[in-house]
């Protein structure tokens, strides 16, 4: 059956897209691809006689038009997003308007830049008894946030902390997590995760501003907050592995 499928495209690299992504795209006769973010690489699984349009100058109506319109006359339609849809992918909105359309749809999940990050840190975000809890989130801008959840109200649990979309404005965040975070927890920022031109800049709540104004980083980047990114702080190994820890499939 013809459906748009949405599409987590990874963070960046075209191989961290997902296998069933990557056949998805390669089927597709209408690709619409967030050509802000996503790297132009995955068009490369396109057939010849797919269409593609870059959402970055469409609005919602257009967008929504045209995956309607490839559906109903039995088309399969691509749309892919940067990640992992769910974070901040603005899919919401376009499967509520195609639900009001009666268009079929599947979310395909994908690699988040978040975890991509994560991986180039080197670090686990959830270390026993350190942390474990992770919080996704982002600084207030264009797009409000609820009050309950402004990073100084989150910062107030101390948990490892993954800030989208804020890097731009570093010095309001740093000035928000200092709230409840001490000065020397350390903090890091990567630049394009997974991407060739990829940057990491490590520090503490003290002094990362500096670090990231230095390095010329104002957007396109993740901020990672937490005792979990140094590993030295580790106070014990989890018991999957413990010798002395049994489980149904270890005695």
């Known amino acids: 059956m013809s459906k748009v499928y949405f599409i987590g495209a990874g963070p960046g690299d075209p191989e961290l897209i997902t296998v ?12 619409i691809y967030a050509g ?6 995955v068009l490369k699984y396109a057939k010849p006689s797919a269409v593609v349009h870059n959402s970055a100058k469409m609005e919602l109506r257009e967008i929504v038009g045209m995956m309607s319109a490839f559906v109903q006359v039995g088309k399969t339609v691509a749309r892919v997003h940067t990640g992992d849809p769910s974070l901040y992918g603005a899919i919401a ?18 690699v988040s830049s978040a975890f991509a990050a994560a991986a180039a840190l080197r670090c686990e975000l959830t270390l026993p008894e350190v942390s474990q809890t992770v919080i996704f989130t982002r600084l207030e801008g264009r797009t409000g946030v609820p009050e ?22 570093m010095d309001k965040v740093v ?27 490590r520090g503490t709540l003290s002094d990362i ?30 018991k999957l592995y413990d010798a002395g820890f049994s489980h149904e499939f270890r005695k």
């Open 20 to 31: 069933r992504g990557k056949n998805i795209i390669e089927s597709a006769d209408l690709i």
């Open 36 to 41: 802000s973010l996503v790297n132009a690489e």
């Open 93 to 110: 909105e376009q499967m509520s308007e195609l639900d009001k359309a009666g268009i079929g749809y599947e979310v395909v999940p994908g």
């Open 148 to 169: 309950k959840e402004s990073l100084s109200s989150l910062a107030l649990h101390q948990a490892t902390m993954v800030i989208f979309l804020s890097v731009g404005s």
């Open 175 to 201: 000035t928000e997590l200092l709230v409840h975070y001490p000065e020397d927890t350390p903090a890091a920022v990567v630049y394009k995760a997974s991407w060739p031109e990829e940057k990491i800049i």
């Open 209 to 238: 501003e500096e670090k990231v104004k230095a390095a010329g980083v104002e957007k396109t980047a993740l901020i990672f907050i937490g005792r979990a990114l140094d590993r030295g702080s580790m106070k014990a190994y989890s």
